[in-house]
C-alpha cells in the first residue's frame, strides 16, 4: 500500500462537517430536555416515542459526523460497522423500553395494596 491511499481527504472531517454535526447533536439532545423539563402536556407514549427516537436519530449522526462511518468509505467495508451499529441501536432500545415497562408493572404498588397499608398501620 503507498501512501497515496491513506492521503485521500473524504475520510477526514472538515469544520464545516463538524459544525454540522455538533450543532444537530446540540439540537437533538435540547428537544428531549425540553420536552421532560416544560412538562409539555403530551401523551407518555407519545413522549417516549420521541426522546428514544431523537436519541436514535443521535448516534447515527455520531457515527456519520463524527466517526466518518459511511457507506463509500473504505470500499464498503464500513458497511458492517453500520449494521452493527444499527443492531446495536435496536438492542438497546427495545431493550430500555421492555425493561422500564416490565419494572413500572411488576414494581409500583398498586392502589388497593397502598390503601391496605394504610388502613393496616
Do not use: C
Not at 2 to 13: F, K, L, M, P, Y
Not at 14 to 39: H, Q
Not at 48 to 72: D, E, N, P, R
Amino acid at each position: 500500500m503507498s501512501a497515496e491511499h491513506h492521503d485521500t481527504h473524504e475520510a477526514h472531517g472538515s469544520y464545516r462537517s463538524y459544525m454540522i454535526g455538533f450543532v444537530l447533536s446540540v439540537v437533538l439532545t435540547a428537544i428531549p430536555f425540553w420536552i421532560v423539563l416544560a412538562e409539555v402536556e403530551i401523551h407518555l407514549w407519545l413522549a417516549l416515542s420521541i426522546i428514544f427516537g431523537l436519541g436514535a436519530i443521535q448516534i447515527m449522526v455520531h457515527v456519520f459526523y463524527f466517526l466518518h462511518v459511511t457507506v463509500k468509505a473504505e470500499a464498503g467495508w464500513q458497511v458492517m460497522s453500520l449494521v452493527f451499529t444499527g443492531v446495536l441501536l435496536l438492542i438497546v432500545l427495545v431493550g430500555s423500553i421492555w425493561v422500564m415497562t416490565h419494572l413500572n408493572t411488576n414494581m409500583m404498588p398498586q392502589h388497593e395494596q397502598m390503601e391496605m397499608m394504610r388502613n393496616a398501620g
